[in-house]
């Protein structure tokens, strides 16, 4: 079951996104030298782009994450 997360953007709309954050963190990482763990590590923060506007961002911090997972 997906984990959605309802943001507002920082643009002038203060749009409000949903924001599955499941989704949200899976990134295709490409690393030398030793494997990647199994589940790597939380970033501090997540910027991804308004769904409704061009200028916003929606940002999620670690806590908004960890309390969604």
Request: glycine share 6%.
């Amino acid at each position: 079951m997906a984990k959605i997360v309802k943001v507002r953007c920082n643009g002038s709309g203060k749009h409000v996104n949903e924001v599955d954050v499941e989704k949200a963190l899976k990134t295709h990482v490409v690393l030398r030298g030793k494997p990647a763990s199994e589940h790597p590590p939380i970033p501090q923060r997540l910027v991804l782009d308004c769904q409704d506007c061009r200028e916003g961002k929606v940002i999620l911090t670690r806590e908004q994450i960890e309390a969604n997972l």
